[in-house]
């Protein structure tokens, strides 16, 4: 699932091709693209059309476009949702969801998703500390790379959490943008294993933590994000490159970049987490 920088490249692209932009015309071709707008297809295509859209934001992982209505687009991409700007009269994605034409008869914006586990809603606002975010989004923590984001007030939040310390970082109410990838990648630079307690780091070391993962999806946003197939692309249709730089993430058997032991690979969450067995050993007790 794409993370803050993904997000983020996604979300530039479409600030620059279709914010100011009047919406003409509104296709949903497959319903499960709006499943999560309730009233259904034809009610999402009448909240779009005749308005336009005025920003594209994001908080963390949660991407949005705003409409002069004073709603808000709300685009889960899910596994493998694409945002795409293409010109009118291009050929249909074989996976082609939704459609969305403007009065400019500029390029189309299309959401496109093979595994059709992501997908788009019209949702309200809610003010929330003076940001007006969609209402499902209202819960989420600001990210590291928000201008108001708290790293005092994100280290006390890490160590309150009665948990593994990945755990924490994945909660998105405790800090938001932060999935499995950069999550492997900061623990790496940290030199913490994903199972030490959250709430047993000195304020220091979180601080550290969350330093860490900032700089690596830092990093990962002038990469490009991380593409591992072509599923993740820009609304150009254009793969990221940071998955030429991951130093633990899908490096299983691999030399430590460090310290040149083989990368582990644990089982985590239905998932798999990789670290370093010397530059990151197991907590007191550790079993899997």
């Known amino acids: 699932m794409p993370e803050l920088p993904e997000v983020e490249v996604v979300r530039r692209g479409l600030r620059d091709h279709v914010v100011g932009r009047h919406i003409a015309e509104v296709d949903v071709f497959h319903p499960r693209a709006i499943r999560r707008h309730v009233p259904g ?5 009448a909240r779009l059309v005749g308005h336009s859209f005025t920003e594209a934001r994001r908080r963390g992982k949660y991407l949005w476009v705003d409409l002069s209505s004073g709603e808000a687009v709300l685009a889960h991409l899910g596994m493998s949702g694409q945002m795409l700007v293409q010109p009118v009269g291009a050929p249909d994605e074989k996976h082609l969801r939704v459609r969305v034409s403007f009065a400019d008869d500029g390029p189309e914006l299309r959401f496109v998703d093979q595994r059709t586990f ?3 809603s019209v949702e309200g606002v809610t003010e929330v500390d003076g940001v007006s975010l969609p209402t499902p989004v209202a819960h ?5 790379m928000d201008p108001d984001f708290d790293p005092v007030a994100a280290v006390a939040a890490l160590r309150r959490r009665r948990t593994e310390v990945k755990r924490a970082l994945l ?5 938001s943008g932060i999935g499995n990838i950069y999550a492997d990648e900061a623990l790496w630079l940290a030199r913490l294993h994903w199972a030490r307690p959250a709430d047993g780091l000195s304020r220091a070391k979180a601080a550290e933590l969350l330093t860490a993962a900032t700089d690596v999806m830092d990093q990962a946003l002038r990469a490009g994000g991380t593409s591992f197939d072509a599923l993740y692309v820009n609304v150009n249709g254009q793969s990221g490159y940071f998955d030429r730089s991951l130093n633990a993430y899908g490096q299983e058997g691999e030399p430590c970049p460090r310290c040149g032991r083989p990368i582990r690979r644990e089982p985590f969450m239905n998932r798999s987490s990789f670290s370093c067995p010397r530059c990151q050993p197991h ?3 550790f079993q899997l």
Do not use: E, K, S
Not at 41 to 45: I, K, S
């Open 41 to 45: 297809a034809v009610d999402f295509a």
């Open 118 to 120: 992501g997908g788009l």
């Open 140 to 144: 989420i923590a600001r990210d590291p």
């Open 171 to 175: 909660d998105q109410t405790v800090v």
């Open 283 to 285: 907590p007191p007790g």
